[in-house]
């Protein structure tokens, strides 16, 4: 079956710690999306790519980095520099970017602070 | 900045009502609008979406409205089952922009 997967499915960070995200896709889609939903909230969008080797800063990008070296994957590090990471990560791709077509998500990753 | 919003924050009927989620937006170039479920503990799936050239879209027990005027959307769904109990969002995109924009979520809870 074609589809997104996001692993782990649970993640601890320490302090001052980085911690990276997974996301791999095998639809074939070009663009790729990063977002952070916080409890009651909407999805808020952290970094996105449109094409291998391309990545764009979202609404939030601060404290996070990605990297998008292949069509399939596009992980995302929380880095030491972001205060708050606790929250429920999801990635999504879509067939070209753009806002006007669906995008397809996976089942997030949690993260928590110990 | 402009966003995307729900009317109600939580929703209950019964088992075999219909059910009608709202969502009003505000950015008046959004030409594309789509629906969201999402289960706890999963990421959203996709449910059903509509462009700015129609104004109804039906799927399988489900029923996409837009009223551009008043720019509202709104997702009815028919026959509501226990399996319908999810947070519903509304998202919505205009040609040039990056990635959509997402609302908070409506709860839609099923009585049996």
């Known amino acids: 079956d074609g589809g997104i997967t996001q692993s782990p499915k649970y993640l601890f960070r320490k302090e001052g710690q980085n911690v990276t995200l997974s996301c791999e896709q095998n639809l074939n889609h070009d663009a790729m999306y990063w977002y952070r939903q916080d409890p009651g909230q909407g999805l808020r969008l952290i970094y996105y790519?449109?094409?291998?080797?391309?990545?764009q800063k979202g609404d939030i990008a601060e404290g996070y980095s990605v990297s998008r070296e292949k069509k399939e994957s596009f992980p995302l590090t929380v880095t030491s520099a972001q205060k708050n990471p606790t929250a429920f990560y999801l990635c999504?791709?879509?067939?070209?970017?753009?806002?006007?077509?669906?995008?397809?998500f996976g089942d997030g990753t949690r993260l928590s602070i110990l | 900045g402009e966003s995307v919003g729900l009317h109600l924050p939580t929703l209950s009927v019964q088992e075999g009502d219909n059910s009608i989620i709202n969502c009003a937006y505000s950015?008046?170039?959004?030409?594309?609008f789509i629906w969201y479920k999402q289960e706890s503990g999963k990421g959203p799936q996709f449910i059903i979406d509509?462009?700015?050239?129609?104004d109804k879209r039906q799927g399988q027990r489900v029923t996409v409205l837009l009223n551009k005027t008043v720019k509202h959307l709104s997702l009815q769904i028919a026959a509501t089952q226990p399996g319908d109990s999810a947070v519903y969002f509304c998202?919505?995109?205009?040609?040039?922009?990056?990635?959509?924009?997402f609302g908070s979520g409506t709860r839609l809870q099923v009585q049996p």
């Open positions: 999504a791709s879509s067939i070209v970017g753009g806002d006007n077509q669906p995008q397809h």
């Open positions: 790519s449109q094409i291998v080797n391309d990545f």
């Open positions: 509509i462009r700015s050239n129609m």
């Open positions: 950015n008046s170039a959004s030409d594309y």
């Open positions: 998202a919505e995109g205009d040609t040039g922009r990056r990635a959509l924009t």
